[in-house]
C-alpha cells in the first residue's frame, strides 16, 4: 500500500530561497523538454527512420549543454530538473494513451514545485533533511512508518509543503462470511445517500465562501484597472501584449489572501472526502455506486457550480483506491439503469422521473418514496446480484 502525506514546512531565508531556485528550475527544464520534444516528434513524423523522443534522451541531452548556456542548473540538485523531464515522459504517454489532455507550458507562480528521489529525502522527528541544503522544520511529524519512496517541494497558497511518498504493508482485509453491500447514490442536497437510509451532506465548501471570494475578486479588480491608469493606460483597456504590469503591495496582498481562501476551500473538500470514503470501506465489503458522466454533468450551467463543489469523480477515485488496498469491491454500475424511475417494493417503473420531484408515491402499490433511498436501494440490488453471479456489471 502506497501512502502520501502531505506537510507544511516552515523555512528560513536560505530554503525558501533554494525552494524557488529549485522550482524554477524543474520548470525551465519541463518547458525546454517540452519544446524540444515537440520539435523532435515533428521531425520524426516526417521522417520516421529516426529516432522517436523520450524522456531519458531528453535528460542525456540537457545533461551534456547544461554546464554552458545555463550554468545556474549547477547550484541545484539533479534532481530537479530529472524528475520534472521524467513527469514530461509520464504525461506524454497518458496524452498518447488518450486519458489525459495535450500538455502545455508552465508558468512562473502556477506550477512551482520540485520532486526529489528517496535518496534525496530523510524525514526525522519534524525535520526533513535534504542533500546540500540541511535541514527544514515541518509543521508535524511523518503520519506514515515505512520505506519513502519520493518527495515533492511545493509552494501552495503562500507556502511551501513537503509531499511524502510512503511504501506500507497492505492492512489486513476484514472479510465477513456474508458480505455487507451498500449502495451510494451521489447528489447534490446531500453528497452521499446509502441504501441503509443515512444520508451525508457535503461540506459545501466553495458555496460557504463565495462571498469572500467575489468580494476578493472584485477588490482585485479595483486595483487592476488602478495598476493600468498608473502605467498610461486608460480604463477598462486590455493590457497589451509583452507589456509588464507592475503589481502594487495591495494587490500582491490580495492575490495572496484569494489563494489562501481557495486552498482552505479546496482541503475542507477534500478532509469530507477522505472521512466519507474511509467509513464505507471500513463498514462494507462491497460498495455499488453509479456510472456517472461528470464532464456531462456539468455541462448544465444551473448545477455545475454546486456539482463540482461535491467533486464525484474526486469521491470515486479514492473510493476505488481505498478498497483495493484494503481487498474490498467497488461495483459501478451502468449510467444508463434507471435506478430513480423503478419502486424498490413491486419493481413498477415510472415513466418520466423528472430531476425536480424528489419524493414520489408508485402507482401501483402505493410505497412512498424518497427518490435518492430508492436510487441507492436499487444500485445495491445490482450489486448483490453482480457479487452472487461473480461478474462484473458493465460500466
Known amino acids: ?179 455487507a453491500v451498500v449502495g451510494v447514490d451521489l447528489g447534490i442536497s446531500a453528497l452521499a445517500t446509502l441504501s441503509t437510509g443515512e444520508k451525508i451532506g457535503g461540506p459545501q465548501a466553495y458555496a460557504a465562501a463565495q462571498k469572500d471570494l467575489r468580494r476578493l475578486s472584485q477588490q482585485f479588480s479595483r486595483q487592476l484597472e488602478a495598476a493600468k491608469v498608473r502605467a498610461g493606460l486608460e480604463p477598462g483597456q486590455p493590457i497589451p501584449k509583452g507589456m509588464h504590469l507592475a503589481w502594487s503591495k495591495h494587490m500582491v496582498k490580495t492575490q495572496r489572501r484569494r489563494a489562501r481562501l481557495h486552498a482552505r476551500v479546496a482541503n475542507i473538500r477534500a478532509d469530507a472526502l477522505h472521512q466519507l470514503t474511509t467509513d464505507l470501506v471500513e463498514q462494507f465489503d462491497v460498495i455499488a455506486i453509479e456510472d456517472l458522466n461528470v464532464a456531462g454533468m456539468l455541462k448544465n450551467h444551473r448545477l455545475a457550480r454546486a456539482m463540482a463543489d461535491m467533486s464525484f469523480g474526486e469521491f470515486r477515485r479514492q473510493l476505488e483506491s481505498k478498497a483495493a488496498q484494503r481487498g474490498k469491491t467497488v461495483v459501478v454500475v451502468n449510467r444508463w439503469y434507471p435506478s430513480s424511475k423503478i419502486c424498490s417494493a413491486c419493481g413498477y417503473k415510472m415513466p418520466k422521473m423528472p430531476l425536480a420531484v424528489r419524493e414520489w408515491t408508485c402507482p401501483q402499490c402505493q410505497t412512498h418514496h424518497d427518490r435518492d433511498i430508492n436510487a441507492a436501494i436499487h444500485v445495491r440490488i445490482v450489486a448483490e446480484s453482480s457479487v452472487r453471479s461473480s461478474s462484473p456489471v458493465s460500466a
Open 1 to 179: 500500500m502506497i501512502l502520501a502525506h502531505k506537510i507544511a514546512l516552515d523555512p528560513n531565508d536560505r530554503p525558501e530561497t533554494y525552494f524557488r531556485k529549485a522550482a524554477g528550475t524543474a520548470r525551465f527544464a519541463y518547458n525546454w523538454a517540452l519544446a524540444e520534444w515537440q520539435r523532435q516528434y515533428a521531425v520524426w513524423k516526417a521522417d520516421p527512420t529516426g529516432s522517436n523522443p523520450s524522456d531519458p534522451a531528453l535528460c542525456k541531452q540537457l545533461n551534456a549543454i547544461k554546464g554552458d548556456p545555463f550554468p545556474w542548473m549547477l547550484e541545484i540538485t539533479k534532481n530537479a530538473p530529472q524528475m520534472a523531464i521524467m513527469y514530461l515522459g509520464r504525461a506524454f504517454k497518458n496524452w498518447f494513451a488518450g486519458i489525459a489532455e495535450y500538455l502545455t507550458f508552465k508558468k512562473k507562480g502556477r506550477h512551482d514545485s520540485l520532486a526529489l528521489t528517496n535518496d534525496q529525502v530523510t524525514v526525522k522527528g519534524h525535520k526533513v533533511h535534504i542533500p546540500n541544503l540541511g535541514s527544514v522544520r515541518m509543521h508535524e511529524s511523518l503520519r506514515f512508518v515505512g520505506k519513502v519512496l519520493d518527495g515533492t517541494i511545493s509552494w501552495t497558497a503562500d507556502h511551501w509543503f513537503l509531499s511524502v511518498t510512503v511504501e506500507m504493508p497492505d492492512p489486513p482485509s476484514i472479510r465477513r462470511e456474508n458480505q
